[in-house]
């Protein structure tokens, strides 16, 4: 009987170990499991971050060849043509994308994206480079960065259209700066047929020459009178392109430069008149 009530016991004992046995084995299966799943979306989560990593990447270079393109129509381009046109689902990231999109044109294509300022009527604005406070126009351009030293005539070659427009361009901008940072059309018109630019001029129309730097943002014009019977009258200021991509100290050496040579063929005229 006393060996029975051992063997019993020992009986108990083993149930008890068997069910204590597998217990620890499911224990240890659900940890293993929950183990396993907590790698898989780990995996899962870094190969997300790789694809939007990659799809940055293409998101970068497409922002970058959009603004190359724009560059090479000589036009600006809103933020909002980048999110419809280039980031499409991943606008959310535009700040992203621009930072990515400058560090990529200033490395390899020695340019940077500024933004334009905004412009109002007010001629004492003009020189105000920096948008106000609150105030953002949303329009980029491209500017190039690199030194004065590697834009000189014989590095980039421009053609002598180019230079004409951009002379023309430069006279019409120290016109206004000299005359209080505005001029008026009337003014501007006298100006410009003492210099021979008129309808019949090699520049071609004149009218459509200034509407062409008014719709490039390097002038800008507002109506001063609207009367029955007298010729509309217009206030032209500089543009936020000029403001941006022509600095001050460029037009102010032009004015110097072409007062100097005036003043030495004068003195060349003298000279001879005199001899």
Not at 22 to 41: C, L, N, P, R
Not at 218 to 223: T, V
Request: proline share 3%.
């Amino acid at each position: 009987m006393e060996r029975r009530g051992k063997r019993a016991r020992y009986n108990d004992s083993d149930e008890e170990f068997d069910n204590h046995g597998e217990g620890s084995s499911t224990q240890y299966g659900s940890t293993q499991q929950t183990s396993t799943q907590s790698t898989q979306k780990t995996s899962a989560r870094s190969l997300d971050q790789d694809m939007n990593s990659e799809e940055m990447d293409r998101k970068i270079k497409d922002f970058v060849r959009y603004a190359l393109a724009c560059q090479f129509k000589k036009k600006s381009f809103r933020r909002d043509e980048i999110n419809k046109k280039v980031l499409l689902d991943m606008s959310r990231y535009y700040g992203k994308a621009l930072e990515g999109a400058r560090k990529k044109l200033k490395t390899v294509f020695g340019m940077d994206i500024v933004e334009l300022p905004v412009v109002k009527d007010k001629p004492a604005m003009m020189l105000n480079t920096q948008p106000s406070k609150g105030a953002t126009s949303g329009v980029y351009m491209l500017r190039s960065h690199l030194k004065e030293i590697y834009t000189l005539p014989h590095i980039i070659e421009r053609s002598p259209e180019e230079y004409e427009k951009a002379g023309l361009l430069y006279v019409i901008l120290a016109l206004i700066f000299v005359n209080e940072r505005q001029v008026s059309s009337s003014e501007l018109y006298s100006h410009l047929d003492r210099l021979h630019i008129t309808k019949d001029s090699s520049f071609g129309e004149r009218e459509k020459i200034i509407e062409n730097f008014m719709r490039g943002g390097y002038i800008k014009r507002s109506k001063v009178s609207d009367e029955e019977g007298d010729e509309i009258e217009y206030n032209y200021i500089w543009g936020p392109k000029a403001m941006v991509e022509i600095p001050i100290q460029n037009i102010v050496e032009f004015i110097t430069d072409v007062s100097r040579s005036g003043v030495m063929r004068r003195l060349e005229q003298l000279k001879s008149i005199i001899m």
